[in-house]
C-alpha cells in the first residue's frame, strides 16, 4: 500500500482508494467539491513522488509539469509527499443581498475584495466556516460591478446551499477562494456570432459573459438561449429582454420542456433549440453552462453542425454527493 505524507504524518492509502478518500478516512479533510475531477477543488502538489497521468486529466500542461495533480481521482502507484496548491490566496467579503428569484434559486452579492480579480464567468470556491466545506460557484457579475454576483439552486440534501438558502444573512461574512476557469468572453474577435445555451442557473455564468462582451463592444451577433423544465424555473426575464432592446446584436431565447412557452420562447428540448433556430455553428464561439449530460450533448450537436471543439467553452455542473 502506498504512504503519502501530508503535513508531516503519514497515511496508508488502500487498494483502489483515492488520496482523498484515504486522507478522508483518516479523518483529515482537504477542500473538495464534485469528487470527480471535474471543478479541481482539490488541487494538490505532488512534492515527491509521482502522480498517476490519469489524477492530471483537465489540467494545463504548466500544472501537471510541476506534478499538480487532483487528489478525487488520484489512485497512488508509489510513496508521495504532498502538499496543496496554493494557486490562489483565500478571500473574505460580507454579503450585501439575497434575493429569492424563484422558488429554488436566489441571488446572493457580496463585497468585490480590494485584491480580487476575475473574468466574468470562471468560478470561485465558496467555504463553510464552521466545517471548512467548499462548493463551486459561477461568477455573474461583470469586472464593473462593486459587487460579486452568485446565482444558487436550492439541492435536495444540499449542505451548501440549504446553509446558503436558510442561515447566511446580509451582514454575515463569506470566505472563498479563486477564481478558476476558462469559460469567458473573448475579446479578440468582436464581430464574432456568440452561442450562449445554459440551463437553470447555468445562466450565471452566461450572465456575466453575456454582459461583459456586451460592455467590451462586441457588435457580432449574440444569441442566448435559457432553458428550465417550465416557465417558473426561468429568472431574469424581464432584465435579458431589456438588454435585447437595448442591444440590437443581442436575441433572447427562453426554453421550456413543458407546458406554456413565455412570449417569444420554445417549447422543446433545449439540446435541439438552437440548431433548430440557427441551423449552422460553422465559426461560432459557444459557451454551454449547467447541467453535464445537457452540457455533454450540446457539446456534440454544436460540433457536428460546424463549431470548431476549440471553439467551444463549457462548464458543467457537477453536484456533491449528499
Given at each position: ?28 479533510m ?36 510541476q ?19 496554493t ?13 429569492q ?11 468585490l ?10 468560478f ?10 467548499t ?6 457579475s ?94 431574469l ?13 443581442f ?26 433556430v ?6 461560432y ?38
Open positions: 500500500m502506498p504512504t503519502i505524507q501530508y503535513d508531516g504524518q503519514d497515511y496508508f492509502c488502500a487498494t483502489d482508494e483515492t488520496v482523498l478518500e484515504s486522507l478522508e478516512r483518516h479523518g483529515v482537504l477542500p473538495s467539491s464534485c469528487k470527480s475531477g471535474t471543478c479541481q477543488t482539490c488541487l494538490t502538489r505532488a512534492l515527491k513522488g509521482k502522480p498517476p497521468t490519469a489524477s492530471q486529466q483537465g489540467l494545463k500542461d504548466t500544472l501537471a509539469a506534478n499538480y495533480f487532483l487528489a478525487c481521482i488520484c489512485k497512488p502507484d508509489e510513496d508521495m509527499e504532498i502538499g496543496l496548491a494557486i490562489s490566496p483565500k478571500y473574505v467579503a460580507k454579503l450585501i443581498s439575497k434575493d428569484m424563484n422558488e429554488s434559486i436566489i441571488r446572493i452579492r457580496f463585497e475584495p480590494d485584491e480580487f480579480s476575475y473574468r466574468p464567468g470562471q470561485i470556491n465558496l467555504i463553510r466556516p464552521s466545517d471548512e466545506l462548493r463551486s460557484y459561477s461568477l455573474a461583470i469586472s464593473s460591478d462593486p459587487f460579486l454576483e452568485l446565482h444558487v439552486k436550492r439541492v435536495p440534501e444540499g449542505r451548501m446551499s440549504t446553509w446558503l438558502f436558510d442561515e447566511v444573512t446580509e451582514g454575515d461574512e463569506l470566505s472563498f477562494f479563486g477564481p478558476s476557469g476558462d469559460c469567458f468572453y473573448l475579446p479578440d474577435d468582436p464581430g464574432r456570432t456568440l452561442l450562449l445555451v445554459g440551463a437553470g442557473t447555468g445562466l450565471a455564468p452566461l450572465h456575466g459573459i453575456l454582459r461583459d462582451a456586451l460592455e467590451q463592444g462586441h457588435h457580432g451577433s449574440i444569441h442566448l438561449f435559457h432553458a428550465s423544465l417550465a416557465t417558473q424555473g426561468l429568472y426575464i424581464e432584465e435579458l429582454r431589456e438588454l435585447a432592446k437595448q442591444f440590437t446584436q436575441e433572447y431565447t427562453p426554453c421550456v420542456l413543458h407546458g406554456n412557452t413565455p412570449e417569444g420562447g420554445k417549447q422543446g428540448n433545449v439540446v435541439d433549440i438552437p440548431g433548430q440557427l441551423g449552422s455553428f460553422n465559426g464561439r459557444v459557451y454551454l453552462c449547467g447541467d453535464p449530460q445537457i452540457v455533454s450533448d450540446l457539446r456534440q450537436k454544436v460540433f457536428m453542425a460546424g463549431a470548431s471543439m476549440q471553439d467551444i467553452q463549457s462548464d458543467p455542473f457537477v453536484f456533491a454527493p449528499a
